[in-house]
């Protein structure tokens, strides 16, 4: 006689699907919404393929049917960034459920990688107009910025950075999530749209290829 977590796997199996590591109870997971917002989350229950969701920042009241189905679950792990979505019932505001898991794509965790290169940026908190700032540095999960020691610690703001005149702005919302004495914020994500993200991403490749040009270029002089 199989367990139920064993014949889930064997439907998995025949519908195609390959099997998905879980997340573990109390495990810290992210929450990504329709409207591109991450939610920090928790995972309080796991019972075979099916998961209890605790959100530590609660979801709108309502939310229709096509947009549960576009929840993604995201969650580190020695691979990278897992995302994974599902069947999802919002139980309560601050608890969702989600069966029948599987695997939506697996973002390597070079994505993340930290670039130091000055951009312009305009940040404005709580539409209260624009305050020109520039990157420190870059990565696919945040930014820090110069010139915004007003900001304390948990403002949130909107951005718009410009990687290229000929390109529009990367937008989204963010969280300074600390600050120093020399008045750089640095700034997580809470919502940028998957578009803005593989463009973000795209140029920290660039960014990162131009470096190693540079340095093999420098190698080769210094050889010489």
Same mark, same amino acid.
């Given at each position: ?13 025949? @519908?195609?699907?390959s099997p ?9 997971? &992210? ?8 939610l ?10 099916e ?9 709108? @009241?309502?939310?229709? @049917? ?8 995201e969650?580190?792990?020695a ?10 019932v919002?139980?309560d505001?601050?608890l ?12 390597? $965790?070079?994505?993340?990688v ?14 209260r ?5 520039? &990157?420190?540095?870059? &990565?696919?999960?945040g ?13 949130q /703001?909107?951005?718009? /950075?410009t ?19 020399n008045?750089?914020?640095?700034i997580?994500f $809470? &919502?940028?749209?998957?578009g803005?993200?593989? $463009? ?5 490749? @660039? ?10 270029? /420098? ?6």
């Amino acid at each position: 006689m199989k367990l139920p977590w064993q014949r889930d796997a064997d439907a998995r199996a025949q @519908d195609g699907r390959s099997p998905v590591e879980l997340p573990e109870p109390s495990q810290e997971v &992210s929450v990504a919404m329709p409207d591109g917002e991450r939610l920090p989350a928790r995972v309080a229950k796991r019972e075979g393929d099916e998961l209890l969701i605790l959100m530590m920042v609660p979801a709108k @009241d309502t939310m229709s @049917d096509a947009e549960l189905r576009e929840i993604v679950l995201e969650l580190t792990s020695a691979k990278g960034l897992v995302r994974l979505a599902g069947d999802a019932v919002l139980e309560d505001r601050d608890l969702l459920r989600i069966k029948d898991l599987h695997s939506v794509d697996i973002l390597q $965790r070079r994505e993340y990688v930290r670039v130091q290169t000055s951009r312009p940026v305009l940040v404005s908190i709580g539409g209260r107009g624009h305050v020109e700032s520039s &990157s420190v540095d870059l &990565s696919g999960g945040g930014m820090l910025l110069g010139g915004l020691e007003h900001l304390p610690v948990g403002s949130q /703001l909107e951005f718009r /950075l410009t990687t290229d005149a000929d390109s529009p702005p990367i937008t989204g919302t963010g969280r300074v999530v600390r600050s120093d004495h020399n008045g750089r914020c640095a700034i997580a994500f $809470r &919502s940028i749209s998957e578009g803005n993200r593989r $463009r973000l991403i795209r140029f920290l490749f @660039d960014c990162q290829r131009e470096e190693r040009r540079k340095g093999l270029l /420098l190698e080769t002089e210094n050889g010489n």
